[in-house]
């Protein structure tokens, strides 16, 4: 390896002049970055060039899409809690982002991706690889800025990182002309503290939170939902305490799996639209329901018009947007839910709801019987995807990060995933994209190289990104990568089934030789399809120490439930 | 549509480019369609006002406010109805010459219409009238007769009865930082 020329300045804000692509890097540095996913091209090559000189401070990974290179980045922000970097050149190269930027809007994923551009002289001229990046993102980035100046450089990208991870945390894209690459000025670096226009956490109201610790206190069946709010404010601990002290049964939704241990007494499961039985039910049954840095987004809720109409509604939030978006909250208590579960832990009274959970206990034996039993003891033939997560929780003794794509194994995955940690559950929640998981993967495992990785995908979502096996290969990142295969599309095939009488219309697929493919890659690789197979080959996935790839073959027509039809009420919530 | 009232969506925000099409696509993404649309300086130094009239359902506006304001550039946005503000549109009418001194109808249109002529020359004149959406429909179908060149209509401008303390909100976060 090449050792850099240009050390970094030992006071960064001190003035010397450099290049604006220098300054681009002694920026991410500045920002504490030394890790970043992208792909060049001609409109960002100065700021490359930069990147070969200082490439023992930053450590580039050139992922084989630009897509992966922003679903990596979301990965590695959502194990390490930092903000993910991508970068890519103009046109194909910049609108390749926008999915992962849409995904980590949707999902408040904290990053920056910083994109080239043509010439500034030449912008509007339809130059070779211009494409209007800024247009384009405008609607799914949280703040994005064209800068055409070096010496715009620090300061905006001070803003970008200030953004991306305060408040709301969400994806900030930065896209610089070529001219202001080559440029040169005097670099000195501040970093963002505030912004006048832009108030990223509200203040706490104090009568907020005495209402809402009366309603609490009063409440004689209470349920809370919580979401990656708890996760993204870094507020475990004061959930934790919270849900202890008031003795109140909670459920997550997708993104706010891990955030308190799948084990824990109180832990109820998951609401929403294939989530626990009891949970969806009870929801229209509680007096309060106490939403915790959750959106009610519509696969939560199901149908507004009959959701917890009986019930009063306490909504922690630390965005005054999603006050009353979907949901109208009786009491809103903005701020950040780490303080804010803080300062009303004192005003709670301690409190047990014994026959109140038992209600949950009830649902959950009917779950168990009806769902659960089949899912995890089969008396059919072929595998199930819930015994496929039950041998990895075995073997990963329950501690892995757990890395999903979208459909059926995503929802079979969150059902039976067991969780001891916070920050263990990465998925696409919000924007559903398939694709996701593979490249993610590589990022978490590189935002927690300590922790096992397993990447759980369905063979469709897997070849959305299956390039991404190089990436892997080229940086030995050693995630196991789970293909539960069906042959099929196999959410849009069982909603096929279940309403549009079984016109399978283009979900079935001809798969490829998968481990073939992953030993193209130079990976280890194995199929199983027997039972008897099952569980030896997880422990030899799990035991080995490099990236691994598992295709496990799994019945082909299974259906996940409970399911609650669109548009259906979440008590109508079905089990078969 | 059910509900529908007009409101005068006001937003205070920094004159950053872009920002126009991120305010836009808010509405765009809702399938809101926007009446009518104007952009300044505002009383504050650096600060630009947005006044934008929708015809919706108050709590659709509601939401939108909630969206504009999430933007990072944006200060503070606030809705109202028409009794809340005192507003105006601009018109100006472009009539050919010759009717004026041949049709002289068309002087008792001006006078009554209390617009002004702001240009006037052998070709063309150019009247110009601020006021209420109806005074300005009024004398577009009042001259139409004489056969109009050219008619343009401003977006609304409005001012709030009320205060709207958008100084007091930076002042707030001067003091902050």
Same mark, same amino acid.
């Given at each position: 390896?090449?050792?850099?020329?240009?050390?970094?300045?030992?006071?960064?804000?001190?003035?010397?002049?450099?290049?604006?692509?220098?300054?681009?890097?002694?920026?991410?540095?500045?920002?504490?970055?030394?890790?970043?996913?992208?792909?060049?091209?001609?409109?960002?090559?100065?700021?490359?060039?930069?990147?070969? @000189? $200082?490439?023992?401070?930053?450590?580039?990974?050139?992922?084989? %899409?630009?897509?992966?290179?922003?679903?990596?980045?979301?990965?590695?922000?959502?194990?390490?809690? @930092?903000?993910?970097?991508?970068?890519?050149?103009?046109?194909?190269?910049?609108?390749?982002?926008?999915?992962?930027?849409? *995904?980590?809007?949707?999902?408040?994923?904290?990053?920056?991706?910083?994109?080239?551009?043509?010439?500034? %002289?030449?912008?509007?001229?339809?130059?070779?690889?211009?494409?209007?990046?800024?247009?384009?993102?405008?609607?799914?980035?949280?703040?994005?800025?064209?800068?055409?100046?070096?010496?715009?450089?620090?300061?905006?990208?001070?803003?970008?990182?200030? =953004?991306?991870?305060?408040?709301?945390?969400?994806?900030?894209?930065?896209?610089?002309?070529?001219?202001?690459? $080559?440029?040169?000025?005097?670099?000195?670096?501040?970093?963002?503290?505030?912004?006048?226009?832009?108030?990223?956490?509200?203040?706490?109201?104090?009568?907020?939170?005495?209402?809402?610790?009366?309603? =609490?206190?009063?409440? !004689?069946?209470?349920?809370?939902?919580?979401?990656?709010?708890?996760?993204?404010?870094?507020?475990?601990?004061?959930?934790?305490?919270?849900?202890?002290?008031?003795?109140?049964?909670?459920?997550?939704?997708?993104?706010?799996?891990?955030?308190?241990?799948?084990?824990?007494?109180?832990?109820?499961?998951?609401?929403?639209?294939?989530?626990?039985?009891?949970?969806?039910?009870?929801?229209?049954?509680?007096?309060?329901?106490?939403?915790?840095?959750?959106?009610?987004?519509?696969?939560?809720?199901?149908?507004?018009?009959?959701?917890?109409?009986?019930?009063?509604?306490? %909504?922690?939030?630390?965005?005054?947007?999603?006050?009353?978006?979907?949901?109208?909250?009786? =009491?809103?208590? +903005?701020?950040?839910?780490?303080?804010?579960?803080?300062?009303?832990?004192?005003?709670?009274?301690?409190?047990? %709801?014994?026959?109140?959970?038992?209600?949950?206990? *009830?649902?959950? !034996?009917?779950?168990?019987?009806?769902?659960?039993?089949?899912?995890?003891?089969?008396?059919?033939?072929?595998?199930?995807m819930?015994?496929a997560?039950?041998?990895?929780?075995?073997?990963?003794?329950?501690?892995?990060?757990?890395?999903?794509d979208?459909?059926?194994h995503?929802?079979?995955?969150?059902?039976?995933?067991?969780?001891?940690?916070?920050?263990?559950?990465?998925?696409?929640?919000?924007?559903?994209? +398939?694709?996701?998981a593979l490249?993610?993967?590589?990022?978490?495992?590189?935002?927690?190289?300590?922790?096992?990785?397993v990447a759980v995908i369905g063979d469709g979502g897997y070849q +959305?990104?299956i390039?991404?096996l190089?990436?892997?290969?080229?940086?030995?990142?050693?995630?196991k990568i789970v293909v539960l295969n069906n042959d099929?599309?196999?959410?849009?095939?069982?909603?096929?089934?279940?309403?549009?009488?079984?016109?399978?219309?283009?979900?079935?697929?001809?798969n490829p030789?998968f481990v073939?493919i992953a030993?193209?890659?130079?990976?280890?690789a194995k199929k199983v399809?027997?039972?008897?197979?099952?569980?030896?080959?997880?422990?030899?996935?799990?035991?080995?120490?490099?990236?691994?790839f598992l295709e496990i073959c799994v019945?082909?027509?299974?259906?996940?439930?409970?399911?609650?039809?669109?548009?259906?009420?979440?008590?109508?919530?079905?089990?078969? | 549509?059910?509900?529908?009232?007009?409101?005068?969506?006001?937003?205070?925000?920094?004159?950053? &480019?872009?920002?126009? /099409?991120?305010?836009?696509?808010?509405?765009?993404?809702?399938?809101?369609?926007?009446?009518?649309?104007?952009?300044?300086?505002?009383?504050?130094?650096?600060?630009?006002?947005?006044?934008?009239?929708?015809?919706?359902?108050?709590?659709?506006?509601?939401?939108?406010?909630?969206?504009?304001?999430?933007?990072?550039?944006?200060?503070?946005?606030?809705?109202?109805?028409?009794?809340?503000?005192?507003?105006?549109?601009?018109?100006?009418?472009?009539?050919?010459?010759?009717?004026?001194?041949?049709?002289?109808?068309?002087? /008792?249109?001006?006078?009554?219409?209390?617009?002004?002529?702001?240009?006037?020359?052998?070709?063309?004149?150019?009247?110009?009238?601020?006021?209420?959406?109806?005074?300005?429909?009024?004398?577009?179908?009042?001259?139409?007769?004489?056969?109009?060149?050219?008619?343009?209509?401003?977006?609304?401008?409005? &001012?709030?009865?009320?205060?709207?303390?958008?100084?007091?909100?930076?002042?707030?976060?001067?003091?902050?930082?």
């Open positions: 390896m090449k050792t850099t020329e240009n050390k970094i300045s030992e006071n960064p804000t001190k003035g010397i002049k450099i290049s604006g692509a220098e300054a681009v890097i002694r920026c991410l540095l500045a920002e504490g970055v030394d890790l970043i996913y992208g792909y060049p091209g001609g409109a960002i090559m100065p700021i490359y060039d930069e990147l070969y @000189k $200082f490439q023992e401070e930053l450590q580039h990974v050139l992922t084989r %899409h630009e897509q992966g290179a922003t679903h990596a980045a979301q990965g590695f922000a959502r194990t390490s809690g @930092k903000v993910g970097v991508a970068m890519a050149t103009s046109g194909p190269g910049a609108t390749n982002l926008v999915t992962g930027i849409a *995904d980590a809007q949707i999902d408040s994923t904290p990053m920056v991706c910083i994109t080239g551009q043509v010439g500034s %002289h030449l912008l509007g001229s339809d130059a070779f690889q211009e494409t209007d990046i800024i247009g384009i993102s405008t609607p799914v980035t949280k703040w994005n800025c064209q800068i055409t100046k070096a010496s715009e450089i620090p300061s905006v990208m001070a803003k970008a990182f200030y =953004i991306a991870r305060s408040g709301r945390p969400g994806p900030v894209l930065i896209d610089i002309t070529k001219d202001a690459q $080559f440029d040169t000025f005097d670099f000195s670096y501040e970093k963002c503290t505030g912004i006048r226009s832009y108030k990223p956490v509200p203040e706490i109201d104090p009568a907020a939170i005495a209402e809402a610790a009366e309603a =609490i206190n009063n409440a !004689k069946k209470p349920f809370i939902i919580w979401g990656q709010g708890v996760i993204l404010g870094n507020a475990e601990q004061e959930f934790k305490d919270f849900v202890e002290k008031s003795g109140i049964p909670a459920a997550w939704t997708i993104l706010g799996l891990s955030a308190l241990p799948t084990a824990h007494p109180l832990n109820v499961g998951m609401v929403g639209m294939h989530g626990n039985y009891g949970p969806n039910m009870l929801t229209n049954e509680c007096d309060l329901l106490i939403a915790i840095g959750m959106r009610f987004d519509d696969r939560v809720t199901g149908d507004l018009s009959t959701y917890a109409k009986q019930a009063k509604v306490i %909504h922690f939030e630390i965005d005054p947007s999603e006050i009353n978006k979907n949901v109208k909250a009786d =009491i809103p208590v +903005m701020g950040s839910c780490k303080d804010s579960l803080a300062t009303i832990l004192s005003l709670i009274r301690k409190n047990t %709801h014994e026959k109140w959970i038992s209600r949950f206990d *009830d649902f959950m !034996k009917i779950e168990v019987e009806k769902v659960i039993d089949k899912d995890l003891n089969p008396t059919k033939e072929g595998l199930t819930g015994e997560i039950m041998a990895i929780n075995k073997h990963t003794k329950g501690d892995a990060v757990i890395v999903t979208v459909g059926q995503q929802m079979v995955a969150c059902r039976y995933a067991e969780f001891v940690r916070s920050k263990s559950n990465v998925t696409s929640g919000g924007l559903g994209t +398939m694709g996701f490249p993610a993967a590589l990022g978490a495992k590189m935002g927690a190289p300590e922790r096992e990785v +959305m990104t390039q991404e190089g990436t892997i290969f080229q940086t030995q990142t050693a995630v099929f599309l196999g959410m849009v095939r069982q909603w096929q089934q279940l309403f549009f009488e079984k016109r399978y219309a283009s979900t079935e697929m001809v030789n073939a030993k193209g890659y130079n990976l280890e399809d027997k039972r008897e197979d099952l569980d030896a080959a997880v422990a030899e996935m799990i035991a080995s120490e490099k990236p691994y019945e082909k027509e299974a259906n996940v439930f409970p399911m609650i039809p669109t548009g259906a009420s979440v008590s109508e919530i079905r089990l078969n | 549509m059910k509900n529908n009232n007009t409101y005068t969506i006001s937003i205070y925000s920094e004159n950053n &480019v872009g920002l126009l /099409n991120r305010i836009s696509a808010i509405f765009l993404k809702r399938h809101i369609n926007i009446e009518s649309f104007s952009t300044s300086l505002s009383e504050i130094k650096n600060v630009f006002r947005f006044v934008i009239v929708v015809e919706l359902e108050e709590e659709k506006v509601k939401k939108l406010i909630q969206q504009i304001e999430k933007q990072v550039d944006v200060i503070k946005a606030y809705y109202h109805t028409d009794e809340e503000t005192i507003f105006q549109e601009s018109a100006l009418f472009k009539v050919k010459s010759s009717s004026l001194f041949e049709e002289r109808h068309i002087q /008792n249109v001006i006078k009554d219409s209390h617009a002004n002529i702001v240009v006037v020359t052998p070709e063309f004149f150019v009247i110009e009238k601020t006021g209420f959406r109806e005074e300005t429909e009024k004398l577009r179908k009042d001259l139409a007769p004489f056969g109009l060149l050219q008619f343009v209509r401003s977006g609304r401008i409005s &001012v709030t009865k009320s205060k709207m303390g958008i100084s007091d909100i930076l002042n707030t976060f001067k003091k902050d930082n």
